[in-house]
């Protein structure tokens, strides 16, 4: 499976079919900057050109690109193209100017999982933080977004949180995204899939079936998915 574009961030998306839904086995979203110095959504039109139907659409863009990208995935292809909502959380934690107040975010992702083109949401979470901050931003999901759509959120749990959280959240989310962090922060290595094969034992029933659905953030590369 190969992606025809240069994504500065990339995810997939594992999605378990059952008998009564016809879903694919897994989406693979487009991320990054599609763009490549194009005005308007040039970018997002080549990429959808080469075949690309899912589109991660972050909040780091929310002054402007983001709603455009939006609009061009799923307003003018509503029957074929997909969307899932990113926070941006990572990116701010990269620049080193974490986001402390969401109010924003919560407010553009409640309005967006209306559209039936948007999949879900990744919740808002601390990549370096503990378990209580990360279940504070969990609560205030709960708050701020509409009760139909709380649901549609997808809580991260980071490698270095605890295996009993993991478990919690793939018994209580339909979805659930899993972030490379601490101990365990270059996906791909050996002790990486260690720590994975140890959250997969938590998540999944004897047969391997996850208890839910599962996005991995950073994992494009072919040999993880």
Known sequence: LTMPLRATRACFGFWLASERERVDLMRIYGAGNLKD???GDQGDARAYGDGLRQRLVTFADIDGLADDSFRFWVDSRPDEARVFLDSGAFSAWKS?????????YFRWADEWLHH????????PDVIDGDETANNALLAKWHQKVGKRMQFRGAPVWHLHESLQRLEYLSVTWPIIALGSSGEWPNPGTAKWWRRMAEAMEVCCDENGRPNCKLHGLRMLDPAIF
């Open 37 to 39: 110095g194009a005005a």
């Open 96 to 104: 080193g100017e974490p986001i402390k107040d969401w109010s924003e």
């Open 116 to 123: 039936p083109g948007c999949d879900f949401a990744i919740i």
